[in-house]
């Protein structure tokens, strides 16, 4: 038998594995930024002490640090980088729950054949029509009716591919 090429342990753990590298680029960056950030603060921070003798009293007198014109347009930057990894980490992250919310309650909503077809394709993240027959014992017939009403509740987009369909879960 040949390999399916959107079987579970090709595609979707390729697809896992973008996603948690594109995650891990996103905090990499956030965290050399605030690292840059809080060391320009930092080092800035320390003032200058200028001390006058006026007789014999010596006078303290603190010189704030003021950050050159460089440094606060570098900053900036750096705040910029940082609150813009921060979103796309935090976006790219949620993003799966909200389908794996909807995608159980379809699950738990619907019932007998409907159900068991929808969680092989669930399982798959997308699957050929032909395979799905293969993998769920029904006749043909039955799984183009079952496809087209989990198509018809947007539960799933059927593709045309070659002979057959292509099944992504929605």
């Not at 990894?85 to 738990?108: E, M, P």
Request: glycine share 2%; hydrophobic share 45%; aromatic share 12%.
């Amino acid at each position: 038998m040949e390999k399916n090429p959107f079987h579970k342990t090709d595609s979707h753990i390729d697809f896992v594995q973008l996603k948690r590298k594109k995650q891990a680029i996103y905090m990499i960056f956030l965290f050399v930024s605030l690292f840059s950030i809080s060391f320009i603060f930092f080092s800035n921070a320390i003032t200058e002490i200028d001390v006058t003798v006026n007789g014999e009293t010596p006078e303290y007198v603190e010189i704030p640090a003021m950050f050159s014109t460089m440094q606060v347009i570098f900053l900036m930057i750096l705040t910029f980088v940082s609150t813009a990894c921060f979103l796309l980490f935090y976006i790219d992250f949620n993003k799966g729950d909200k389908n794996n919310k909807k995608q159980k309650i379809a699950s738990s909503v619907l019932e007998g054949d409907k159900k068991k077809l929808y969680e092989i394709i669930l399982e798959k993240n997308e699957i050929l029509q032909k395979d799905l027959v293969y993998e769920s014992g029904f006749s043909k017939a039955k799984v183009t009716r079952i496809l087209r009403k989990l198509d018809d509740k947007t539960l799933i987009v059927v593709k045309p591919w070659g002979n057959t369909n292509k099944i992504i879960i929605k």
